[in-house]
């Protein structure tokens, strides 16, 4: 077990730089976690949100959903190191949704589920503009 053998000081001090700099493992989310709840239009099944991808930074899109509804969801940006992440009411990651600029499936639960964009490679480009296209059916 590797972390049988590291010592409590130096996992205290990993566990408070990570804190420190706003990284979440696991999550590869970075900085000041900006959150907007996305309403839709009435009688309108998609929304379109335009933005600026900061660095660092993450932009959470809270959407509330029904169990079996079917969701999609497309991302532009001049930069590919944008991307996005999906997230369950369950706090679980939605499968092949980590990471990605396009995805779609049927929904298998209800509540709020977090659609998280961020810029991964602010050395490409600083603060591209991006298009979040989300449609829920």
Known sequence: MIAAKLNKPFLAGLAFLLFASGVVVGQRFVGPVTTKRVRFERGRTTAIIKGVAKTPGTYEYLLQVREGQTMAVHLTSSNNGVEFSVEAP?????????????WSGVLAHSGDYKILVINNRSRVQRNPKYTLEMTVR
């Open 90 to 102: 369950n706090g679980e990651w939605v499968e092949n949704a980590l990471g990605v600029a396009d």
